[in-house]
């Protein structure tokens, strides 16, 4: 039977993990401290830096100390919520300014068109910001992929290896958990969803990733109802 909504991760299950390791995030790296220091009045940022001031424990740090741990962050790979949002408004000035595209494979292009046309609301969940993972399908190879989507999920709703989050999610898009199946290539988050209620498929592109106990596919065209 198929699900009522479909929630899918990015990295390595839309998207290539290279993209985000090898493009994004180096971009994000170069830009970021320039970005900080000309946007660092304008209320949005004011309000992430300080956000990444309260995860510090420092109240009082100053702008280019702010600046020195979110470098050392993006070093980390570290999940924290105000660098995920200042990378995603770094990463719009490029998407925007045609410095790339966001990738997609050509697989998950037809799946999500496919599962849209038959009528399954589709929901993304990254540790990217909501707004760095429109700027991806919006601005993706294969052009602007945004109104195949009923909603975005980040950290904000809870981090991804937490029951909890997947529970959460199921609450805010108004079905039960077991009617909705996550797609993602790490075992450990497709271990929460399934704890939360929720169907779970691994989708699993690349040598390297961990099996889990979940239905396993390696591309999106391999996923039948």
Avoid: C
């Amino acid at each position: 039977m198929p699900p009522r909504a479909i929630l899918t991760d990015i990295e390595g299950t839309t998207s290539s993990i290279g993209f985000v390791h090898d493009v994004l995030f180096p971009y994000a790296k170069s830009a970021l401290p320039e970005f900080v220091r000309e946007h660092r009045n304008e209320p949005d940022v004011v309000a992430l830096l300080d956000e990444a001031r309260g995860e510090i424990g420092d109240p009082e740090a100053d702008v280019e100390g702010v600046i020195e741990t979110l470098l050392a962050w993006i070093d980390e790979d570290r999940k924290a919520t105000p660098l995920k949002a200042l990378q995603g408004l770094v990463w719009e000035h490029g998407y925007r300014a045609g410095d790339f595209t966001g990738h997609v494979y050509d697989d998950a292009v037809r799946g999500l068109r496919r599962w849209h046309d038959a009528g399954i609301p589709l929901y993304v969940y990254s540790s990217g910001s909501t707004r760095a993972q429109q700027l991806l399908f919006g601005h993706s190879d294969a052009g602007d992929l945004t109104p195949l989507f009923a909603g975005y999920f980040d950290t904000r709703i809870g981090h991804k290896r937490d029951r909890a989050s997947y529970a959460a999610i199921a609450q805010d898009i108004g079905l039960r958990p077991g009617d909705v199946l996550f797609l993602s290539d790490v075992a450990a988050e497709l271990d929460a969803a399934a704890e939360a209620g929720m169907r779970t498929m691994q989708v699993v592109r690349e040598d390297g990733v961990e099996p889990g106990r979940h239905r396993t596919v390696h591309d999106f065209d391999a996923i039948i109802f």
